[in-house]
Structure formats: structure tokens, C-alpha cells
């Protein structure tokens, strides 16, 4: 299957035990995500966290396609207060697969989270898989900042 590698490295204000919190729970991804509308489902199994997620996408403002998709997340908050990983794996119905790494690492009072989505797509498919998860990662980091910075 072909694949890419997407990484975006940003500053948030709070500390990486806040980001770390808000990254751990599964329906602080509903807005963090554009495309994240709905989070069901959630159950612990063994370290990882498994949910079922809805995006929504809309096709020329009129069509509307929720796409289903299975969730895993494993929270590592072993080197907390100084650093933390979150990871897991995200399954679309149509056979796009792709992994995720939120390494939240200590900047001063501050943290530096570096978010990394590892793809993979049937043929035809990498491109459009890889505009989306990119603009995704851009607005996650936006939005993320507005709900954890703090005025200096």
C-alpha cells in the first residue's frame, strides 16, 4: 500500500501534564479534529483506549459523507512532568490506515508537541488521504493552543 509520513511541530503554553491530559481523552478529539463530529463507544482494553469516531466530510458544500472509523489510543505518561507520548491507530472503512504520535516534550513552562500521522492508503487514494490528515494536523495545533494556552 503506498504510504507517506506527515510531521508538525508547534508550541502550546501549558505544561505537558494539561496537553497530555486533554490528548488522553478520547472526546477532546471532537473539534480538535475539523472533521471529528462524534465519539462513541469507548472501553479499556489491556493499556489502549478503543472508540469509534464519526467524520464528517462534505463534497462541493451539499454532499455529506460520515465516515466511520476504529480508534486506538495508547497514553505513556511515564516521563511526566518532563515528557509524554501519546500513539495509536486510526482504520477507515476504506482500508486507509494511519498511525499517529503526539510526543509532548518540556519547553520552559510551556510544551513542544511534535504530531506525527504515518499513512497508508490503497492505490489512488494517498493524495487526497494525505491533503486531509495535513490540514487536520495544522488546524489540530491551532485549535489546541486556543484551548490550553494561557496569557502569559
Same mark, same amino acid.
Given at each position: ?7 508538525? &511541530? ?11 491530559? $486533554? =490528548?488522553? @481523552?478520547?472526546?477532546?478529539?471532537? %473539534? ?11 472501553? =479499556? ?9 464519526? @467524520? #464528517? ?8 459523507? /460520515?465516515?466511520?472509523?476504529?480508534? &486506538? =489510543? ?7 512532568? $518532563?515528557?509524554?507520548? !501519546? ?13 499517529? #504520535?503526539?510526543? !509532548? @516534550?518540556?519547553?520552559?513552562? %510551556?510544551?513542544?508537541? &511534535?504530531?506525527? =500521522?504515518?499513512?497508508? &492508503? ?9 491533503? *486531509?490528515?495535513?490540514?487536520? *494536523?495544522?488546524?489540530?495545533? #491551532?485549535?489546541?493552543?486556543? #484551548?490550553? /494556552?494561557?496569557?502569559?
Amino acid at each position: 500500500m503506498p504510504s507517506t509520513e506527515l510531521e508538525h &511541530t508547534f508550541r502550546v503554553a501549558a505544561p505537558p501534564e494539561e496537553v497530555y491530559a $486533554h =490528548l488522553a @481523552e478520547p472526546t477532546h478529539y471532537i %473539534g480538535l479534529s475539523p472533521l471529528l463530529v462524534d465519539v462513541r463507544d469507548v472501553h =479499556l482494553s489491556g493499556g489502549s483506549v478503543h472508540y469509534t469516531a464519526v @467524520e #464528517r466530510f462534505r463534497f462541493l458544500g451539499l454532499l455529506r459523507h /460520515d465516515n466511520v472509523i476504529g480508534v &486506538t =489510543l495508547v497514553a505513556v505518561p511515564d516521563r511526566l512532568p $518532563h515528557s509524554a507520548e !501519546i500513539s495509536g491507530e486510526v482504520r477507515s472503512p476504506a482500508r486507509v490506515r494511519m498511525g499517529y #504520535r503526539f510526543a !509532548i @516534550e518540556r519547553d520552559g513552562a %510551556g510544551s513542544i508537541v &511534535t504530531d506525527t =500521522l504515518r499513512l497508508r &492508503t490503497p492505490p489512488g487514494l494517498l493524495r487526497f488521504a494525505a491533503s *486531509q490528515a495535513g490540514a487536520v *494536523q495544522r488546524a489540530r495545533a #491551532r485549535v489546541l493552543k486556543a #484551548r490550553l /494556552d494561557r496569557p502569559a
